[in-house]
Structure formats: C-alpha cells, structure tokens
C-alpha cells in the first residue's frame, strides 16, 4: 500500500511526541494516571481531560536530552488553563535547573481558555517570564508550530519569544483568530471563510517570508524531527548561519529588532495580503504550489 | 455531565502485562481512554464520565460487549467523552486494548 | 365531413409564440437583452398562469434571470406554474409569496427546503408532485412542456448560439422541450465571444440572451475534504469494497456524494489495490469530476467517467485526461444530467450512498421534520432498472441471489445504503418509523418523500457490518437482518439475537472479522489522500480547489 | 491629555512629572521621594497596534540605554482595551511586535529596572499580556476593569448559558471580570483605594523582589490553588 507521511497536523499530541523523539526515550511529568484535571471545566460542566491537554516530560532527540512540551490542539482547542499553564511553567522551571540542550515547545493553540479565562491569561504571563528565564540561563527553545489551531492569541506571543519556530505549510502563527476579526470589524476587513485568504495572512509560507519563522517543512512529523534534531545537534552553528542568536537579548540586538520591526510597519497600506508581498517579491502567484522545500530555497537566495 | 460507573466479570490474559496508556483525546464526537491495572483479575473495570446525557443503556450495552469480545479481567478503563458515537466507543476501546496486547 | 364545422387552426401555439416575440421587441436588439430590460422583457411576453421553467440544480443557477423574474409586477405576471428541478435561491421562494408563480412541480429544494416547507403549510403554493430527476424531464415531452425557460450558458456569440461550458447539467433537456413546442428560450450568459469554443445550443433555437451582470454562481457541492473522513468511514468503506464491489466484481457504478463514499474512491488505490482489485471494480463511473476520484484514475483505477455536472476547480485536471472524461473537440468538459441519469439507472450495476433514516423494511429517507428536501438523482441510480435486458457478471449474480440461487429471467441491480448507526449521540439512522410519514400527514401530500424504496435496497453496510437483503426470504428475516446491523441504536438492541446469528451463519449477516477484516486496520493512513493538498498532490497541480478549501 | 489621567499623574507625583502624550502613549519621566522614575503607559483605552507597540518599546529601549548603570524604575500605567483587530495588523505580526515590547520589558528588568504596573482605566486581553502583566508588581486603582472578555461573549462562545456563568462568577474568581479576582488570582498584587495617598505607596512598589510569585499569591488568596502546587509536581516529578 502506498504511504503517505505521518501527518504532523493530523497526528496527537502523544503521537508526535512518540514520533519526534528517540523511540522509547520519552518519560511524562504528571500524566494522564495521576488525573490532575481542571477544576474550573468541571464547574461548569464541561468534559476534562486526564492531562489538561498538555504533555510534559524529558527524552531524546538524536540522543541529546530535550524537554518537551506538547499542546493537544484538539482538546479545548488547546487553550491555557490553570493546570495546563502551570505544567508548562514547571517544565520550563525544570529546563532552568536540569539544562536540557533544547526545550522543545509544540504550540497547538487558540490561546487563553475561556473557562477559566483569568487564570489563563495569568499563566501566559507566567509562560513568559519562565521562558525568558530558560534563555537566561542558555537554553535555546524550540517552537514545532503545524496542528490545526495553530499559535494564537498570547500563544502566538508566546511562539515568537521562542529562538526558533520550525512551521509547516498548514501552521499558522497569530495574535486575534479571523473569526474574531470578522465578528468585530465585518467580513469585509477578514473573510474568515476564505481560508486560503486566511493562510496567505498568517500561514507558515508568510510567517517565514517575514523571517518570523526559521524554517518551513513539510507537513511531516519525521521532517518536524528532522529540522529540530538539526537545530538541537549543531545549533550554534545553524544559528550562526543565520546570524540568529537572539537566546540572550541585549540592548543592540533589541533595538536592532525595534529598527526591523518598524520598517515593517511603515510598509504601505496595500499590503493587506501576503500574495501583495510575494508578488512585489518576485515570486509570482505560484507560491501556494510551491514546495516546503522549493519556498525555502527561494526565499535563501532572496535573502541572501 | 452524566458518570457511569460499570463492574463486569471478564476473563484475564495472564500474558498481557498493562502499561498505564491513554489513548484517544476529548474533542466533539471523541473520547480519551485511560487504560490502568485493576484489583481484581476476574473483573473489568469501568468508570465513564460523558457529556451526552441520557446514554447509560447504550453504554451498558457497548461496554457489556466489549468485556465479552476481550480478556480484560484484571483492567480499568476510564473513560471521559465528548459525545462520541457506539461506533467510535468501541472502536478506541478495541484499539486501546490491541495496544496493550501490542505492547 | 360537416361542412358547417368551423376550420380548425393547428397552428395556436405557434400564433401565440408569435405574439410573445411581437410584445418583447420594444426590449431587445436582436437576440441580445439589456440588462436593465430584462424585467421589462419578461413582463411584456409572460402571460398568467404560463408553464416555466427556471434553470438551476444544485451547481449552476440562471441567478440573474430569477431575480429579474421575482422583480416583475404581480399585477403582470401571475400565478405562474414553475416546473423545475430545483428550488434553491431566495428568489425562487419570492415568487411564490408575491404571487408571481403559484404552482410547483420539482426534484429537490436543499438549501429552500424550511422556507418551502412554511410556504406549503400557509397555503402560499400548490405542489404538483416531488420527482426524480428523470421522471420530471420526462414530463418536459409529456405535460409539463414549458411555454418559457430561462436557462444560464457560458457564453453567446452574437447571434444567440451558446456554449454551456463544462457544467452543461439539464440545459438541453429544457432547451429541447422548450424550443420544439413553440415556447420561448431565454438565456443569461457569462460573457459574449466573438468565436465560441464549441456550439452546444444553436441560435435556432434560442430566442433572447443576455449577459448577466456577475456569473452565475456555483457551489463546489461535490468536493469533501478528506480531512473529514473518519475511521468508522474508512472502515464501512474497507467493507464496502471487499464485501461487495470485490465479491459481485462490480465495474460500472454510481456514487453518492458523502464523506463515505469519498472514503471509498480514496481507499481504491490503496486498500483496493492490496487486495488486487485494478482493472476489475470500478472502471466505469457516472459521476460528477469529484476530486476524491483523482487518486483512483491516476493510479489507473477509474478508465472512464461520464458526468452530471462539472466541479468547482476540476477544469484543468478534466481537460488533462480526456481518455477518462468526455470532453468535446475543444477539451472543455461535457456534461449532461438527463443522460448520465439514464446511465446511472439503466447502465450501471451498483448504486451506493448514504442516508438520513433507514426503517425495518430498508426504505430510507432524507427528510427531516419542517423540511421538504426532495430527491434529486438518487432514487433514480438507487433503483432496480426492471427495462434493463443487458446482462453484466454483478447484475446476473445479484439477481440468482434474490432468486434463491436459480437463475431468473432478470437480474438485479445493486443498491447500497452506507449509514453510522449512530449520525450523533440523539440521532440514530435507523427508526422503526421514517420522519417521512410525519411529513406526509403535515404536509398534505399523497405519498411519504421515501428516497430509495425498500425493496430495492439490496445491502445494508454499518461499522457493525453488511447485510445482504437479498438472501432475506421472508419480511421477518429481513427486519432481524437489518436489526443485526443496526448496532446499538433503540432498533439494534431490541434484535433477536439468536435469529441474527443465524443470519450470519448463513452469511446475510458479515462482521468485518468474516470478511477478514481487521478492524485495527482502518485508519486513515489507509486514505490515498488526507488533505486536499495531497488530492492537488495527486494531480500533478492540475486540480486548483476553491479558496474555502484551501489552507496554505 | 485627559484630565484623569493628568488627575492621576498629580496624585503620583506631587513633586512633579513631565509626561508628553504621544498618540495614545504617555511618555516622560515623574519625580518621587526616592528620586527620578521613568513613566510608559497607554491612555484611551488604546486598542493596541503595531505603532502603538512600537512606541512602548521604544521608550523601554530608551529609558534602558539612558540609565546605563544606574537604572531607575519604570511606572508602566496599563489602560487598553485589547489589541487591535486587524487584517493588516495580523499580516505584520502584531503577535510579533508584542513579543518584541515584552523582550524589552524583560531586558529592562534583566538590566536591574525596577517595573510597576498601574492599571488606570481597562487591561484586557492581549495589550496587558504585552507589557501591563509582565511587570514585577502589578497594581489597580480604583474603578480599573481587568478582563480576557465580557461574560456575554464568554456565554456566546461557550454555549454556556449567560446566566449560569453570572452564577458562577459569584464564588469563582477564575473566568468572570474584575480587578478583585485578578487579586485573588495574584495576578495583580494590590489594589489601590481613593482614600490612599498613592505616592506614598508608589514608593513602597519601588522596592521588592523581582521573582514571579503570582502562582504563590494565588494559593495564599484561596483563588488560584493549582497553580504553584502543580508546577512544583513537574518540577520534582521523576
């Protein structure tokens, strides 16, 4: 029988855990037995999860010790609750003491849950401030971004403080869903159902375009594996190459970003579509076709 | 939320060594299922807390057969779902009880 | 003879068709209608109580024509009778409340089917009947020939002739009983060319077009995303091909358009092909160009397909495989309803889709409380061909088992149901009694909107497993069979348990275990796409799907 | 500028201040008895954009590289209605330019800043996330409306009925608006009344601990009990 990959999007969260990581080498902080589950869900009658949507724990990849850290996008969208937050907290805490070589961050998420909303927007404060101390201390973090929810809301803040985000094609990085935008601002501003309007405004192929994202790969679990074991492995070389090396900010390398940053934003108002840019770019109205692999190129030697 | 709880007679499969595993995930028409060793070898377990009201004979039912398909005396399983069909139901209940046997 | 006897003329509906043409000339030029005109057009030559048929199914719309009819006055054009195969606009609904059309005869009412059903208990329309497809376009030439169609093409050169582009669907049926009985042919248009890739109306037989001021919509109603198809699916569809197509060798077929069907078509080059099956089932297809079938025809599958209607998107993809799809000397698909209809009914040896409702005799329903939905094709492909006089290994098969083994003088056509027992927690596909009959008692109408009749139905497949209805010998058995399939919905649990062995002991019943199937097996990595970027995958880059399906 | 909020600034800082409005950000600098803070906050309840965001960073930036070695504290004044919705703003990464402000508020702790937030007006959502909430003390004044979204949204998308909700929110702090559940929550450490002289309890901000103590805070308040309990079962977890 023909096989195709192993969807990275389809998959869950415990099988890419399983598929990202040396076989049999991954061991979970506070699973599923011990039913540590929302109290807040529960109150109001919503059905829980035996690990709050979130898996935590140590393993290997290409046999150095990694932390990982994997949302489950398909329980509550993958939205930060108090126990879910507070598993990535500690598990970032831990990395700060146990010096992993990378912690591996899958982000598959909407953002804050609303049930139990103000402890979530907490804990994403608290995510911050933990992930920022795991850079401190050297310790590069890695965001995997291709489930179906994507990274939104603090989550999409959350992935651009990691040093690399790995993205695939179907990934999608953003602060409000267009959903919400289509409900405030009219369908006019964002066509929420024009999905592939959707994908050209914060998909992977735009987010690497803008250099928000390191590397786009295919929808594939081993190629997920494969780019992080690569980053993880020669990873300062690898972030030399692309004169990346943001793990410690200083005040140059942030007001580098603060002069970048605003160049972006004096771009001017047509550019409401990323096809606008690609086609300004040079690379035609092709780019949907285009490969993981053949956009990666493309983009390499623009850039250079 | 509507709980259920299920203590059938089942014949154990001494060669089966379970691993606490969890299969599954809790998303609209889906269940998880956590599979863990019970306390008595001739009995299987069940434990469901489900968003669908109104199902326990159904439930009965599904769960009933299941315990007579398989030899699992000696397991718990527990289950939490989010309006996952019969169909589904026993689908993960056989796919997580292969999986052991697999393991 | 009587010489007292006054001349009889036999030329009134020419006379009439004269007179209309004479009314309208203020608001033409030529053929060609302004569209400011159209209205004015339509007032002028439309006289009460007129037979009209409005082009639309579920893909093309005459859109801009059935607007310019509902924005006529009621005090002009009144108490029309609509004969059409579908209702699907607001506008068709409009027509009824002003006045202007009063009675309806038609197939199916989809997206309409709540406000149709509102207008039919307020007593604003009269419903003729609810047909099949073929049934309504055979009363085209019987007693519903139109006096005025408005049908939408592609394109018009200037002097009227049209090209219907790859969704041709039932334009030539209408046009045909339109034109040849001295009605008048109305088209709206994309565009106007100076040189049509291929002429499919001639301008004989067209007597007004206009170019519509935006195309005429249509849906991708026959795309699903794989992405959707769930393991229960993958599984019915693992039964369906080694239960049935492998076991009656089915070549010539016809499919429903849901996710269980899409899981069949994708499972053909993996699932079928492990079990050796190319070149032996489904080689011959009536259906639309659906994009789940791009797999199965490049991995040399499918080796003809004969459609319907065209899909969203399919174009490029259809154009390239002109061994597979009938396409004309410019390379542009043609379609046709009335004719892959007829394939379908008489052509085909296995019909297979799903339902809303399945009762104990095996009839099914689609219609829901408050909703009058109608058929469309299916009870047409869902139906034993008793005409039929050509033999085929399936049909021949089919038919020695509905007959005790012996052979017959007929053989039978096989009609599938694919149903989850359960669609949702609440909502079992299998009732004792159909919402059907409800429907009749509130509605008023002569018979329950059944969509395949019982006894037609020759298997039933469940995630439980299939039942062959024709083994059944007595109603009896053929209750517990179905019962014996209908897992753990009210109708499934109250089977006689020890009769349903007996039927599997006599293979009427087979679990998934009998066919060999094992049920760890069905998962979607079994699909031959996952995702419509691997159907585009699959297709070189040809097929281009709509924007609401693509994410990237 | 609005005269709360040049109301407020006289209450803070009666020795004086020189606080230019730039848009909707307030920049400058306010004098207190322990010395020169420098003062970066939003008014309006501006809806935060990439422009705004930009600003913001910009004075973190600046007030890091003026101070050198001798860093002062920054007084973050929080009064945002959310981000921005935007399609364009969403194309630019407006996730990214948050990102950035709170790289720059980290560095100015890092670099030994102190970091107050005073919430004056609305925090909700993403614009607090950006800034407000990643201060080292996190204050509310009087009349301060904190929130991730109003509970009849919060029904709307839930499915859960309006009502029940309402219900809930009377004894859980978790979901439902307020500053008094963010303070249960320890997500903000105190809450300011009228009667107060605020300058005199600016000053006692001015000194403390930078550690995140709010999953501490939380269990001490009786709001958020899992917090701290369960981070620290990772953390030792075999």
Same mark, same amino acid.
């Given at each position: 029988?023909?096989?195709?990959?192993?969807?990275?999007?389809?998959?869950?969260?415990?099988?890419?855990?399983?598929?990202?990581?040396?076989?049999?080498?991954?061991?979970?902080?506070?699973?599923?037995?011990?039913?540590?589950?929302?109290?807040?869900?529960?109150?109001?009658?919503?059905?829980?999860?035996?690990?709050?949507?979130?898996?935590?724990?140590?393993?290997?990849?290409?046999?150095?010790?990694?932390?990982?850290?994997?949302?489950?996008?398909?329980?509550?969208?993958?939205?930060?609750?108090?126990?879910?937050?507070?598993?990535?907290?500690?598990?970032?805490?831990?990395?700060?003491?146990?010096?992993?070589?990378?912690?591996?961050?899958?982000?598959?998420?909407?953002?804050?849950?609303?049930?139990?909303?103000?402890?979530?927007?907490?804990?994403?404060?608290?995510?911050?401030?933990?992930?920022?101390?795991?850079?401190?201390?050297?310790?590069?973090?890695?965001?995997?971004?291709?489930?179906?929810?994507?990274?939104?809301?603090?989550?999409?803040?959350?992935?651009?403080?990691?040093?690399?985000?790995?993205?695939?094609?179907?990934?999608?990085?953003?602060?409000?869903?267009?959903?919400?935008?289509?409900?405030?601002?009219?369908?006019?501003?964002?066509?929420?159902?024009?999905?592939?309007?959707?994908?050209?405004?914060?998909?992977?192929?735009?987010?690497?375009?803008?250099?928000?994202?390191?590397?786009?790969?295919?929808?594939?679990?081993?190629?997920?594996?494969?780019?992080?074991?690569?980053?993880?492995?020669?990873?300062?070389?690898?972030?030399?190459?692309?004169?990346?090396?943001?793990?410690?900010?200083?005040?140059?390398?942030?007001?580098?970003?603060?002069?970048?940053?605003?160049?972006?934003?004096?771009?001017?108002?047509?550019?409401?579509?990323?096809?606008?840019?690609?086609?300004?770019?040079?690379?035609?109205?092709?780019?949907?076709?285009?490969?993981?692999?053949?956009?990666?190129?493309?983009?390499?030697?623009?850039?250079? | 939320?509507?709980?259920?709880?299920?203590?059938?007679?089942?014949?154990?499969?001494?060669?089966?060594?379970?691993?606490?595993?969890?299969?599954?995930?809790?998303?609209?028409?889906?269940?998880?299922?956590?599979?863990?060793?019970?306390?008595?070898?001739?009995?299987?377990?069940?434990?469901?807390?489900?968003?669908?009201?109104?199902?326990?004979?159904?439930?009965?039912?599904?769960?009933?057969?299941?315990?007579?398909?398989?030899?699992?005396?000696?397991?718990?399983?527990?289950?939490?779902?989010?309006?996952?069909?019969?169909?589904?139901?026993?689908?993960?209940?056989?796919?997580?009880?292969?999986?052991?046997?697999?393991? | 003879?009587?010489?007292?006897?006054?001349?009889?003329?036999?030329?009134?509906?020419?006379?009439?068709?004269?007179?209309?043409?004479?009314?309208?000339?203020?608001?033409?030029?030529?053929?060609?209608?302004?569209?400011?005109?159209?209205?004015?057009?339509?007032?002028?030559?439309?006289?009460?109580?007129?037979?009209?048929?409005?082009?639309?199914?579920?893909?093309?719309?005459?859109?801009?024509?059935?607007?310019?009819?509902?924005?006529?006055?009621?005090?002009?054009?009144?108490?029309?009778?609509?004969?059409?195969?579908?209702?699907?606009?607001?506008?068709?609904?409009?027509?009824?409340?002003?006045?202007?059309?009063?009675?309806?005869?038609?197939?199916?009412?989809?997206?309409?089917?709540?406000?149709?059903?509102?207008?039919?208990?307020?007593?604003?329309?009269?419903?003729?009947?609810?047909?099949?497809?073929?049934?309504?376009?055979?009363?085209?030439?019987?007693?519903?020939?139109?006096?005025?169609?408005?049908?939408?093409?592609?394109?018009?050169?200037?002097?009227?002739?049209?090209?219907?582009?790859?969704?041709?669907?039932?334009?030539?049926?209408?046009?045909?009983?339109?034109?040849?009985?001295?009605?008048?042919?109305?088209?709206?248009?994309?565009?106007?060319?100076?040189?049509?890739?291929?002429?499919?109306?001639?301008?004989?037989?067209?007597?007004?077009?206009?170019?519509?001021?935006?195309?005429?919509?249509?849906?991708?109603?026959?795309?699903?995303?794989?992405?959707?198809?769930?393991?229960?699916?993958?599984?019915?569809?693992?039964?369906?091909?080694?239960?049935?197509?492998?076991?009656?060798?089915?070549?010539?077929?016809?499919?429903?358009?849901?996710?269980?069907?899409?899981?069949?078509?994708?499972?053909?080059?993996?699932?079928?092909?492990?079990?050796?099956?190319?070149?032996?089932?489904?080689?011959?297809?009536?259906?639309?160009?659906?994009?789940?079938?791009?797999?199965?025809?490049?991995?040399?599958?499918?080796?003809?397909?004969?459609?319907?209607?065209?899909?969203?998107?399919?174009?490029?993809?259809?154009?390239?495989?002109?061994?597979?799809?009938?396409?004309?000397?410019?390379?542009?698909?043609?379609?046709?309803?009335?004719?892959?209809?007829?394939?379908?009914?008489?052509?085909?040896?296995?019909?297979?889709?799903?339902?809303?409702?399945?009762?104990?005799?095996?009839?099914?329903?689609?219609?829901?409380?408050?909703?009058?939905?109608?058929?469309?094709?299916?009870?047409?492909?869902?139906?034993?061909?008793?005409?039929?006089?050509?033999?085929?290994?399936?049909?021949?098969?089919?038919?020695?088992?509905?007959?005790?083994?012996?052979?017959?003088?007929?053989?039978?056509?096989?009609?599938?149901?694919?149903?989850?027992?359960?669609?949702?927690?609440?909502?079992?596909?299998?009732?004792?009694?159909?919402?059907?009959?409800?429907?009749?008692?509130?509605?008023?109408?002569?018979?329950?909107?059944?969509?395949?009749?019982?006894?037609?139905?020759?298997?039933?497949?469940?995630?439980?497993?299939?039942?062959?209805?024709?083994?059944?010998?007595?109603?009896?058995?053929?209750?517990?069979?179905?019962?014996?399939?209908?897992?753990?919905?009210?109708?499934?649990?109250?089977?006689?348990?020890?009769?349903?062995?007996?039927?599997?002991?006599?293979?009427?019943?087979?679990?998934?275990?009998?066919?060999?199937?094992?049920?760890?097996?069905?998962?979607?990595?079994?699909?031959?796409?996952?995702?419509?970027?691997?159907?585009?995958?699959?297709?070189?880059?040809?097929?281009?799907?709509?924007?609401?399906?693509?994410?990237? | 500028?609005?005269?709360?909020?040049?109301?407020?600034?006289?209450?803070?800082?009666?020795?004086?201040?020189? =606080?230019?409005?730039?848009?909707?950000?307030?920049?400058?600098?306010?004098?207190?008895?322990?010395?020169?803070?420098?003062?970066?906050?939003?008014?309006?309840?501006?809806?935060?954009?990439?422009?705004?965001?930009?600003?913001?960073?910009?004075?973190?930036?600046?007030?890091?590289?003026?101070?050198?070695?001798?860093?002062?504290?920054?007084?973050?004044?929080?009064?945002?209605?959310?981000? &921005?919705?935007?399609?364009?703003?969403?194309?630019?990464?407006?996730?990214?330019?948050?990102?950035?402000?709170?790289?720059?508020?980290?560095?100015?702790?890092?670099?030994?800043?102190?970091?107050?937030?005073? =919430?004056?007006?609305?925090?909700?959502?993403?614009?607090?996330?950006?800034?407000?909430?990643?201060?080292?003390? =996190?204050?509310?004044?009087?009349?301060?409306?904190?929130?991730?979204?109003?509970?009849?949204?919060? &029904?709307?998308?839930?499915?859960?009925?309006?009502?029940?909700?309402?219900?809930?929110?009377?004894?859980?702090?978790?979901?439902?608006?307020?500053?008094?559940?963010?303070?249960?929550?320890?997500?903000?450490?105190?809450?300011?009344?009228?009667?107060?002289?605020?300058?005199?309890?600016?000053?006692?901000?001015?000194?403390?601990?930078?550690?995140?103590?709010?999953?501490?805070?939380?269990?001490?308040?009786?709001?958020?009990?899992? &917090?701290?309990?369960?981070?620290?079962?990772?953390?030792?977890?075999?």
């Amino acid at each position: 029988m023909r096989g195709l990959a192993q969807s990275y999007r389809e998959a869950l969260a415990r099988l890419r855990v399983q598929a990202l990581l040396d076989p049999g080498s991954f061991s979970e902080w506070v699973g599923p037995t011990q039913r540590v589950t929302s109290p807040h869900l529960a109150a109001l009658e919503a059905p829980v999860s035996f690990d709050d949507g979130v898996i935590v724990g140590q393993g290997l990849l290409h046999a150095h010790p990694v932390i990982m850290i994997a949302q489950e996008g398909q329980f509550n969208g993958g939205a930060v609750g108090e126990v879910h937050g507070a598993k990535i907290r500690g598990a970032l805490l831990r990395a700060v003491r146990d010096k992993p070589g990378a912690v591996l961050l899958c982000i598959d998420s909407g953002g804050v849950r609303l049930h139990e909303a103000n402890a979530g927007l907490i804990a994403i404060s608290e995510i911050m401030r933990a992930l920022f101390a795991v850079q401190e201390a050297g310790i590069p973090v890695i965001a995997l971004i291709g489930g179906a929810c994507g990274a939104f809301g603090g989550m999409g803040i959350v992935a651009r403080l990691c040093d690399v985000i790995i993205i695939s094609e179907e990934g999608r990085i953003g602060l409000s869903g267009p959903e919400v935008i289509e409900t405030v601002k009219g369908v006019e501003e964002f066509d929420s159902r024009d999905r592939a309007l959707v994908w050209r405004i914060t998909g992977g192929k735009i987010r690497r375009t803008l250099g928000e994202a390191t590397l786009l790969v295919d929808d594939d679990i081993a190629a997920f594996r494969a780019a992080a074991g690569e980053m993880v492995g020669a990873r300062s070389l690898f972030l030399k190459k692309r004169g990346l090396n943001p793990t410690t900010s200083s005040l140059q390398t942030l007001q580098a970003a603060q002069q970048q940053l605003g160049a972006r934003a004096e771009l001017d108002a047509e550019i409401r579509d990323g096809q606008v840019l690609w086609s300004r770019m040079g690379l035609g109205d092709q780019v949907s076709l285009m490969s993981p692999e053949q956009f990666n190129r493309r983009l390499e030697a623009l850039e250079s | 939320m509507e709980t259920l709880h299920l203590d059938l007679p089942a014949i154990q499969d001494a060669s089966l060594n379970p691993r606490a595993a969890l299969y599954g995930v809790v998303s609209s028409g889906n269940l998880e299922v956590l599979v863990e060793r019970g306390h008595d070898a001739t009995r299987c377990v069940f434990e469901v807390q489900t968003a669908a009201h109104g199902f326990v004979e159904v439930w009965k039912a599904v769960l009933t057969d299941f315990a007579a398909r398989h030899p699992v005396g000696g397991l718990s399983f527990a289950i939490h779902d989010a309006g996952a069909t019969p169909a589904v139901v026993s689908l993960r209940l056989d796919q997580a009880f292969q999986s052991l046997r697999g393991a | 003879m009587d010489a007292l006897q006054p001349i009889r003329t036999w030329n009134h509906e020419a006379l009439r068709r004269q007179a209309r043409l004479e009314r309208s000339m203020p608001f033409s030029r030529g053929k060609a209608v302004a569209t400011r005109d159209m209205v004015s057009l339509l007032e002028a030559l439309l006289e009460p109580g007129d037979r009209v048929c409005l082009e639309g199914n579920n893909q093309k719309q005459a859109d801009f024509l059935a607007e310019s009819l509902a924005a006529c006055s009621p005090q002009r054009v009144h108490d029309l009778h609509l004969v059409q195969s579908v209702l699907a606009l607001p506008a068709h609904i409009e027509l009824f409340e002003k006045g202007i059309a009063r009675r309806l005869d038609f197939s199916f009412a989809g997206p309409q089917a709540h406000r149709l059903a509102r207008l039919v208990q307020s007593r604003s329309i009269e419903i003729g009947a609810i047909h099949t497809y073929l049934e309504l376009f055979g009363r085209y030439f019987i007693d519903l020939t139109p006096q005025v169609c408005m049908v939408a093409a592609q394109a018009a050169d200037a002097g009227g002739n049209l090209y219907l582009g790859a969704n041709t669907e039932d334009t030539p049926v209408i046009v045909e009983a339109t034109a040849f009985k001295s009605g008048i042919v109305i088209a709206q248009v994309n565009e106007q060319l100076e040189r049509l890739p291929r002429v499919d109306i001639p301008a004989s037989w067209v007597d007004f077009f206009v170019v519509a001021p935006t195309p005429n919509h249509i849906e991708p109603l026959f795309t699903r995303d794989p992405r959707h198809i769930t393991e229960i699916q993958v599984l019915m569809a693992m039964m369906a091909i080694k239960g049935i197509y492998a076991e009656y060798g089915v070549e010539r077929l016809n499919h429903g358009i849901g996710f269980d069907t899409a899981a069949i078509e994708l499972l053909l080059p993996t699932y079928g092909e492990s079990l050796g099956l190319k070149g032996k089932i489904a080689r011959y297809w009536a259906l639309n160009p659906h994009p789940t079938l791009i797999p199965a025809i490049e991995a040399g599958f499918v080796e003809r397909v004969h459609s319907f209607g065209s899909e969203v998107g399919m174009e490029a993809y259809v154009a390239a495989r002109p061994d597979v799809f009938f396409t004309g000397a410019d390379g542009s698909l043609r379609s046709n309803r009335a004719f892959c209809q007829t394939a379908g009914l008489y052509a085909c040896d296995l019909f297979i889709g799903s339902t809303l409702q399945i009762d104990l005799e095996g009839n099914s329903s689609t219609a829901t409380l408050g909703r009058i939905t109608g058929f469309g094709g299916a009870p047409n492909m869902g139906s034993d061909a008793r005409g039929r006089r050509h033999a085929s290994a399936a049909w021949l098969k089919a038919g020695q088992e509905k007959n005790g083994g012996q052979t017959s003088v007929r053989g039978q056509k096989l009609v599938v149901q694919t149903v989850e027992t359960w669609r949702e927690p609440g909502h079992p596909a299998f009732v004792e009694r159909l919402d059907a009959w409800q429907l009749k008692q509130d509605m008023g109408m002569a018979l329950p909107p059944i969509m395949i009749y019982g006894d037609d139905v020759s298997h039933i497949v469940t995630e439980e497993g299939i039942a062959n209805l024709l083994l059944c010998r007595s109603p009896e058995e053929r209750e517990q069979a179905i019962r014996g399939v209908a897992g753990y919905t009210p109708v499934g649990m109250a089977r006689d348990r020890a009769l349903v062995e007996n039927l599997r002991d006599r293979g009427i019943i087979r679990r998934p275990v009998d066919m060999g199937i094992d049920v760890r097996d069905a998962t979607r990595d079994l699909l031959a796409a996952r995702s419509i970027k691997d159907l585009v995958r699959a297709s070189g880059g040809l097929y281009q799907p709509p924007k609401q399906f693509r994410n990237w | 500028m609005r005269s709360s909020k040049q109301t407020l600034l006289d209450r803070l800082f009666p020795m004086g201040h020189a =606080i230019a409005q730039e848009g909707l950000v307030l920049r400058g600098w306010g004098e207190t008895k322990q010395g020169r803070v420098h003062v970066i906050g939003t008014t309006d309840h501006a809806a935060i954009d990439t422009r705004i965001a930009l600003t913001l960073s910009d004075a973190v930036l600046k007030a890091i590289a003026a101070d050198g070695s001798d860093p002062r504290p920054i007084v973050f004044i929080a009064d945002t209605q959310g981000q &921005a919705l935007s399609r364009r703003e969403e194309l630019l990464g407006l996730h990214g330019y948050f990102a950035h402000l709170a790289r720059c508020v980290n560095l100015a702790r890092q670099q030994g800043h102190r970091l107050v937030t005073l =919430i004056d007006g609305e925090a909700v959502s993403g614009g607090f996330l950006a800034f407000g909430l990643l201060a080292d003390c =996190i204050v509310a004044l009087p009349g301060a409306e904190v929130r991730v979204m109003d509970l009849r949204a919060m &029904a709307r998308i839930t499915r859960i009925p309006f009502e029940r909700l309402t219900e809930l929110a009377q004894i859980s702090p978790v979901f439902a608006p307020g500053a008094e559940n963010y303070w249960r929550m320890g997500g903000i450490h105190a809450l300011w009344t009228e009667a107060e002289d605020w300058s005199e309890q600016l000053l006692v901000l001015l000194q403390g601990n930078p550690e995140d103590e709010r999953a501490r805070l939380g269990a001490e308040r009786g709001g958020r009990m899992l &917090a701290a309990i369960v981070a620290q079962q990772v953390f030792h977890a075999h």
